[in-house]
């Protein structure tokens, strides 16, 4: 059955976003995380297009992301490492883990110790084996495709970006590993320094902006848009959705939209966001409920029932006005959306 809310992703902008942080990363290779559904685009369609584009490397968070991406015969690595459950789909081959624990490691060896990636903390404290580990030995006799570190404050001009990145630089040579990756979107950002031999951008391939370097560079790829299920008048004084946070203060046209925090449009546009009919914005009003939201069209030419309405969802101001974070909007993308490629 067609769905009464879709997605339109913008395929071209995809790919220039991530060409331009390709150019920015310098001599470093540009890979993409595609993990969590390709930040709730669709991981397969965006690997595809970032492939096209010359993507070579692509990050997923497990395994079960890695067996989805395995037909397009990828380079994947899989950023959670390896459990025992994983053994079956990493020794076929499906793809690279990222060794994070010394039992990751151990178990790695007694597999066979074929090629992989490690992760080394540099002071997030979050995943990766010690400096401690790297200089007592533990990934003798591995074969590391890439050493990674992850950013703790790159998206802030934090003292500890540069105290992370001399860390790294430091271990440089002491693994045998083929290459060096230490910058995500906004770790790009802070420039060749944080480079090294490959970059690992995600938010900003899928349109969000992590810093100010990248405004006016990054092109939004995502737009919500919802049917109308109902159009109605409500008069002078007469309030809208739960909890009566609007009241009319005229007599309104309100239309009602297939769509609500259930789909990732959360609770907290309630009041705030702002909806076009055509190119006329409109603002949403009431409270955001499970599946509906209400606008004011009362200036806009009212739609119908049927109409669709785009919702305003350039991921950087729509963190800043639903406060939550440009991850959270773009990986709360629902399942209950049509996906539509514009390429």
Known sequence: MPAPLRLRLDGDALVRNWQTLDRMSGRAACGAAVKANGYGLGAVEVAQRLAGAGCRDFFVSNWREAVELAPLGLAVSVLHGVRDEDMAAARAGVARPVLNTPAQVARWKAAGGGACDVMVDTGMNRLGVSAQDLADGLLDGLTIETLMSHLA??????????????????LQGMTG??????????????????????????????????????????????????????????????????????????????????????????RGFSDRGTAFVGREPVPVIGRVSMDLVAIDVTDAGPPGEGDWIALDFGVSAAARCSSMSQYELLTSLGARYARSWLD
């Open 153 to 170: 404050c790159a998206d802030e001009d934090a003292a500890m970006n540069a105290l992370q990145r001399d860390r790294f630089a430091a």
């Open 177 to 266: 590993a083929r290459r060096m990756s230490l910058a995500n979107s906004a770790g790009i950002a802070l420039g060749h320094d944080y480079a090294f031999d490959l970059t690992r951008p995600g938010l900003a391939v899928y349109g969000g902006v992590p810093r100010g370097e990248l405004s006016g560079r990054i092109a939004p790829v995502v737009q919500p848009e919802a049917q109308v299920l109902q159009r109605r008048l409500v008069p002078e004084g007469a309030s809208v959705g739960y909890n009566a946070t609007w009241t009319a203060g005229r007599d309104s046209v309100v239309a009602i939209l297939n769509i609500g925090y259930a789909d990732g449009y959360f």
